[in-house]
């Protein structure tokens, strides 16, 4: 896998502070976003907390030594919020989802797998799904389970499989959650 190539504003120091003029600041915040999405697609991010986030390479640039104060984080993050990329996951907005694949998105992208690979009729489990042998080269691959849940749960109505949360006997284990495609 290729390096992640980082935007240009990266390392131009004023883009970790959020710029008073409202043109600037409005293509900065769009920036940041698109350098958010970029970054967690790219390493397959999915839950981020605020204040661990802050001295990650995605927010602080070692080699210009500037990184993003709380305030402009949040900012960020707020924007990221309107345009429907991020989900709060506490009430204190500590920890977040990062929404770079809609619900509907990931469940078609599941679904399509599912019928691509003769799944259909079949039961499996959720761990089967994000973590199993057959999927590592897909892009749901490691997905975390809420996010998985949500996803599915999109298609519930449309396609004809049901999430269950009930223990089953599949192969030599029991799985509380699995997917009946029955």
């Known amino acids: 896998m290729a390096e992640f190539q980082w935007p240009w504003q990266y390392n131009f120091p004023p883009?970790?502070?959020i710029q008073p003029n409202f043109d600037t600041r409005k293509k900065q915040l769009e920036a940041w976003c698109y350098l958010i999405l970029d970054y967690c697609?790219?390493?397959?991010?999915?839950?981020?907390?605020?204040?661990?986030?802050?001295?990650?390479?995605?927010?602080?640039n070692k080699k210009l030594n500037?990184?993003?104060?709380?305030?402009?984080?949040?900012?960020?993050?707020?924007?990221?919020k309107k345009k429907?990329?991020?989900?709060w996951t506490d009430k204190s907005k500590r920890q977040f989802t990062v929404v770079w694949r809609s619900n509907e998105e990931w469940g078609k992208l599941i679904y399509k797998y599912i019928t691509d690979n003769g799944m259909t009729d079949t039961v499996c489990t959720l761990f089967e799904l994000t973590s199993g042998e057959d999927t590592v080269n897909k892009e749901f691959h490691g997905l975390e389970k809420?996010?998985?849940i949500k996803?599915?749960?999109?298609?519930?109505?449309?396609?004809?499989?049901?999430?269950t949360e009930r223990p089953r006997l599949i192969g030599n284990k029991y799985e509380k959650e699995?997917?009946?495609m029955s």
């Not at 697609?41 to 839950?47: D, L």
């Open 15 to 17: 883009f970790f502070t």
């Open 41 to 60: 697609k790219y390493h397959k991010i999915y839950c981020l907390d605020v204040t661990e986030s802050q001295g990650s390479v995605l927010f602080y």
């Open 66 to 80: 500037r990184k993003l104060s709380t305030d402009s984080l949040m900012t960020i993050l707020d924007e990221l």
């Open 84 to 87: 429907g990329h991020l989900e």
């Open 146 to 148: 809420p996010l998985l």
């Open 151 to 163: 996803a599915l749960k999109t298609l519930e109505n449309e396609v004809k499989f049901v999430l």
């Open 178 to 180: 699995y997917l009946d």
